[in-house]
Structure formats: C-alpha cells, structure tokens
C-alpha cells in the first residue's frame, strides 16, 4: 500500500511531525503540519507521494528536485477533503444528496452523550432543506420517547424524523396480513406500532408472535411464546441484535431475546430492523426520496453499511461509535466515505 503526506500550507519553523494522522483506507494518507527538511524519514515510514494543499509552497521546490516524491498539488484546506478527492468519492456528492438516513446509538449520541458536532450537522440540514430520518434497530422507544431523550441531550427533533425496527415491523406485518393480530414479547413503543398499523393484542390463538427490546422479560411470556409458536403463529423479531451497548455495559438486545423461543419450537424468526434492506427501503419511501438521492450515515459495518449497500444507497461510516479504522479491514466490503463523525459531512 503506498501512502501520501499531506503537506498543509502553513509553514512553521518546527520538525516535521508525520504522519500525524494515517488513514489506512485504499489510500493511506498522511498529514504533516509543517515543514519537512527529513526525507528520508518520511519515505521510511511509508510515504510515496506528497500532496501539498497550496501551490505555492517553496518547499516542495526542494521535495521535486531532491528527493523524487510524487508530488500532488489539491487546492483543498483540508486533509479529509485531500482524502476523498485522492480516492475520486468528493465531498461535494455526498453534500449534494437530497437524503440522509442516520443511525442513532454511535452516530449522535451513545448512551446518554451527545456525540460532538451533532449540532452542527442538524443545522446544516435545516438550513439546506435536507430530508433526514434517524433510524434504530432498537424497538423499545416509540418516535415521542426518542424525540423526548433527544430533547434531554438539549436538541430538538420532531417525531416524525425518526423511524424504529417497530415501525417497520408493524409496516411490513400489516401488509402481510392486514388487521392480523400479534402476541408481543417487548414494551410499548412496539404494542402502539402494531396498533397503529391495524393490529390486535391476542395471547390464545394470534396470527404472529413478534419480540423486541423489553425490561420485562419473563418465564410466563416465554412459556405463552413457545406454546403459541408451537400451535402455528409466525415468530417475528423486531431486529436481530444480540447485545445493545449502555452506560452499564452491554444488554441482551432481541436477537438474544427471542433466540429461546426458536430454541425451544425450532422455528427461525424473520428479523426486519437492519441489516435488512427492508428497513431502508421502507425509510426511502418515508423520505419521498429515491436511493441515488440518498445516503446512510452508520457506525456498524454488519449492520448500517451492508444495509446501504445491499439496498444500492451510498454509504458513510462514522468512527465516533463502535467500529474502528483497524476494525474495518476485518470486512468484506467497504463504505463509500469513512469519517470521524457526522460533523465532518458539515463544510
Ligand atoms: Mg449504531
């Protein structure tokens, strides 16, 4: 892999300090604050090419004589600008898109932490009418509880930019079998749903029995569950996570909820929160927006990114929540962009 020294304009009297930062993505790049007397210890850290961010710095005058770098001049201020012109993904096309569809947990907040540059990012989508939906596997919270946590994290949210594993699940099972009825393991957010969508609560003979995220989880429910699975409903789970990330630590999420019920009956559970592309196709039609005018913001790679990518929406990884720029090479496929946070998609 060959690598790229970013060279900024200012010039200061200091050493070279690079790379300061290295991005291992195709094209790994560094970035050298000041000036770079020591060639030879910048070749031996890797370095094959240097871009300079302003052509009229007298060094690379030297860079092009002496020592037989490649030398790039980007008139861009700024390294993850470099980063993504270097790799032909600009980031005037993703600032052009119409829709962003953002993951939650990792992506604005994680726990009860609002996550840096959040703020700046929700204004920028006002200010240039952008669609956005922020969307969560988690099946526990209705739109009014999310919008009200958003609240306590000090910014302001209607409930209608927020789509749940819940909301989708009651989406999809209404048109399976309108005015069905469903026995559910999970709290409310996930009963008013399915309400909404034209379902009935029924705990003897129900069409589905649907799990999600739930505090009250119990033997008896479980017991209710496996008989009724057993006598022919259709076992649901609102979203197949196996662990949810909290302040305490990790939480078994639905997939480690439900994996009893399966267990017990033999029957697999459809999941519909993400990965499946169902979720996002259903978050496309809320947003009026077509997949090339979009684009999902995520922080999982097993979950938000193959979702984009298996439903052909361009894709952003955020490293602000659970994977890193080393965790990455562990995957198959790749996002489009990777950048530290959501405040980066910010000009
Ligand atoms: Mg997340």
């Known amino acids: 892999m060959s690598s790229v020294m970013l060279a900024s304009y200012e010039m200061t009297e200091k050493m070279p300090q690079y790379p300061v930062r290295w991005i291992t993505t195709e094209l790994a790049v560094g970035y050298a604050p000041g000036s770079y007397n020591d060639l030879a210890a910048i070749r031996a850290q890797g370095v094959a090419a240097i871009v300079n961010l302003c052509a009229e710095c007298y060094d690379l005058v030297d860079i092009e004589k002496n020592a037989g770098f490649d030398v790039y001049y980007i008139p861009i201020p700024d390294e993850k600008e470099a980063e993504s012109y270097l790799k032909g993904y600009p980031m005037d096309a993703l600032r052009s898109k119409k829709a962003f569809i953002c993951d939650m947990d990792g992506v604005i907040y994680h726990g009860n932490q609002l996550l840096p ?43 209608d930019h927020f789509y749940t594993s819940a909301l989708a699940t009651a989406e999809f099972l209404a048109r399976q079998c309108p005015e069905g009825s469903a026995f559910v393991i999970g709290e409310a957010g996930l009963t008013k749903a399915l309400y909404d969508a034209g379902f009935s609560m029924n705990d003897t003979n129900p069409d589905y029995v649907v799990v999600g995220e739930t505090r009250n989880y119990s033997y008896d429910r479980l017991e209710r569950a496996v008989h009724l699975v057993g006598n022919g409903a259709k076992l649901i789970g609102t979203n197949p996570d196996l662990t949810d990330p909290t302040e305490k630590g990790i939480v078994p999420a639905t997939g480690a909820l439900i994996a009893p019920i399966e267990l017990a009956t033999g029957s697999k559970a459809y999941f519909v929160g993400k990965p499946n592309p169902l979720m996002m196709r259903h978050a496309l039609k809320r947003l009026g927006c077509r997949r090339e005018e979009t684009v999902i913001v995520g922080d999982r790679m097993d979950t938000d990114i193959i979702a984009g990518l298996e439903s052909e929406i361009e894709t952003v990884l955020v490293l602000s929540g659970v994977t890193s720029r080393e965790g990455l090479e562990r995957f198959a496929y790749r996002p489009r962009y990777i950048l530290d946070g959501v405040g980066d998609i910010v000009p």
């Open 117 to 159: 540059g959040v703020s700046k990012f929700l204004d920028w989508l006002r200010k240039e009418h952008k669609k956005f939906l922020f969307l969560t596997n988690s099946s526990e919270r209705s739109p009014r509880e999310l919008r009200e946590k958003m609240l306590r994290l000090t910014v302001q949210i209607n409930e």
